[in-house]
Nanobody, 126 residues
């Protein structure tokens, strides 16, 4: 079982930065065995994959819309995954979710993820 709690969302001006955190409580398997992902969902839109990272943190992948602006990382000693968001745009406004995948390697498919957090709101003003 995995419980995920996101934090770090808020209101920021366009061009600004935010760092999201996702703290995981795990049982039965160590955190390093889970690939982790960040997704977002804006009002009236479908959930969108943003970034993923493998269990050991050596492999990452990003959606084209955020590549070069967002960075996913993880600290397996703290059971935490991060999303550093720079050069934010109004279109980045959404609820951001982290998710855990029991597979070691990351996927961009939301259906592959087994556990989800409650989400944190990010609002970017123009």
């Amino acid at each position: 079982q995995v419980q995920l709690v996101e934090s770090g969302g808020g209101l920021v001006q366009a061009g600004g930065s935010l760092r999201l955190s996702c703290a995981a409580s795990v049982s039965g398997r160590p955190f390093i065995t889970y690939a982790m992902g960040w997704f977002r969902q804006a009002p009236g839109k479908e959930r969108e994959f943003i970034a993923g990272i493998s269990g050991g943190g050596h492999s990452t992948n990003y959606a084209g819309s955020v590549k070069g602006r967002f960075t996913i990382s993880r600290d397996n000693t703290k059971n935490t995954v991060y999303l550093q968001m720079n050069s934010l745009k109004p279109e980045d406004t959404a609820v951001y979710y982290c998710a855990a995948d029991r597979s070691y390697y990351t996927s961009s498919e939301g259906s592959e993820y087994d556990y989800w957090g409650q989400g944190t709101q990010v609002t970017v003003s123009s």
